[in-house]
């Protein structure tokens, strides 16, 4: 299994709500990531989990949470979040922090929306 | 600031000749370059990488240069089919536990 699997591929959601973004991997990388990308612009780190505890924390705001439940697994959080983070979320593994020879798996991304 | 730069932010070529994707970079610790492709709808793809230590590493179609002393690396693709057709990111890392910053990519399009 050489995928990250991310899910839901599309989410709509209301500023005072709350959902959850969740990736998943099972190629025994023990590095992931959160990256945030908008239109025409690269892809913006937000978090980095290195065997399972945060490693890098790119002062995202608090309205995201992100979460390592096992080696396997992340998730992101959200919470009374903005128009302004609208944008297409990406997961992404490799096989430790900085081991960037084959670069990063990335999962196909969700679409957010909030209204 | 951005510390990698993909200056054209689309390409159109045809079939059968050769892209050129071009992109700078300012941080002189980078020293692992990467070129991912994505399509619409999709995550970014590993396409092809090249050490700081080299300055060419070929792939089938594709082969990628780095000019050091001026900050500068190109994907080449020969030659081109119109399932090239992507945007293609320019990604740098600088070793030890750093991750990895992009450039803001270059739509390429491929015409039969």
Known sequence: DTEVTQTPKHLVMGMTNKKSLKCEQHMGHRAMYWYKQKAKKPPELMFVYSYEKLSINESVPSRFSPECPNSSLLNLHLHALQPEDSALYLCASSPGQGQNFYGYTFGSGTRLTVV | ?112
């Open chain 2, 1 to 112: 600031d951005q510390q990698v730069k993909q200056n054209s932010p689309s390409l159109s070529v045809q079939e059968g000749r050769i892209s050129i994707l071009n992109c700078d970079y300012t941080n002189s610790m980078f020293d692992y370059f990467l070129w991912y492709k994505k399509y619409p709808a999709e995550g970014p793809t590993f396409l092809i990488s090249i050490s700081s230590i080299k300055d060419k590493n070929e792939d089938g179609r594709f082969t990628v240069f780095l000019n050091k002393s001026a900050k500068h690396l190109s994907l080449h693709i020969v030659p081109s089919q119109p399932g090239d057709s992507a945007v293609y990111f320019c990604a740098a890392s600088a070793g030890g536990y750093s991750t990895l910053t992009f450039g803001k990519g270059t739509m390429l399009l491929v015409s039969p």
